[in-house]
């Protein structure tokens, strides 16, 4: 599984690098060494303009909360068990299955975190040490994501920006790699040549889409201990990358 990650890439290069064309500058997130479930997060997405069905979609940027939230969801507690979809499953699940047709997204990160147990030698209590796993090129990763709109019953209004909340959700796949090594489950990153298609919206073919997901993105990872700071959500910046050789 994929339960936390690293997105620190400014908005000006994400646009630049998956080629954006709609992107709202007063929309910010500060750089995240530690995203954890529910956090706001950068989504790449692709939809047509507001009324007007027949025009060409429009690549977008936009902070979306992690942790898919079901259109008939009756609340948003179920994002929270909602962080990721099995790409063997996703297109036939009831949470993701609308979503994999209709809603797809890239999700930018640096890299993500696994955990292994390993014992204390100070102790000789077994302990979570955590990895930061990462492309050894340091290249941004495009995680193959799902997103979907939920509708607030509380406002009135559906042209209440408030009535409507975006979550999205991260599709894993079988480890490789250094990830094997860690976690049977990593996120699954695809290949540049594979973002049109999948980011497209009129591609709604389920068996095609799926064939997308069949092969990760080449490229080798790499995999680092870091400091068990990282495993209370509370704590960030860019020292929770730095490489242990032992508990700090």
């Known amino acids: 599984m994929c339960g936390r990650y690293v997105s620190t890439r400014r908005p000006e290069d994400l646009v630049q690098l998956f080629h954006v064309t709609d992107w709202r500058a007063e929309e910010t997130l500060a750089p995240n060494w530690n995203v954890a479930p529910t956090d706001e997060v950068w989504a790449v997405l692709e939809r047509a303009p507001r009324d007007e069905s027949e025009a060409p979609a429009e690549r977008r940027l936009r902070p979306l909360r992690w942790g898919l939230v079901p259109s008939w969801a009756k609340d948003t507690k179920i994002g929270a068990r909602m962080i990721n979809a099995r790409m063997e499953t996703v297109h036939e699940k009831p949470a993701f299955r609308r979503a994999f047709t209709r809603h797809r997204c890239l999700l930018p990160a640096d890299g993500f975190y696994e955990w292994q147990s390993a014992k204390d030698p100070a102790t000789g209590k077994t302990r979570k040490q955590p990895y930061f796993v ?99 959500v509370g704590n960030n910046g860019p020292q929770l990358l730095e490489e242990i050789t032992h508990d700090k």
């Open 134 to 232: 990462h492309p050894e090129d340091d290249q941004v990763m495009a995680l193959a994501g799902l997103y979907e709109y939920w509708r607030d019953p509380s406002v009135r209004r559906d042209d209440d920006p408030a009535a409507w909340l975006m979550t999205c959700t991260i599709i894993t796949t079988e480890a490789s790699d250094a990830a094997g090594r860690l976690h049977p489950r990593m996120p699954l990153a695809l290949a540049e040549d594979r973002y049109d298609a999948w980011l497209d919206p009129a591609h709604q073919d389920p068996d095609a889409l799926r064939a997308l997901l069949g092969r990760p993105a080449d490229g080798h990872l790499e995999a680092r201990p870091v400091s068990t700071a990282v495993n209370n």
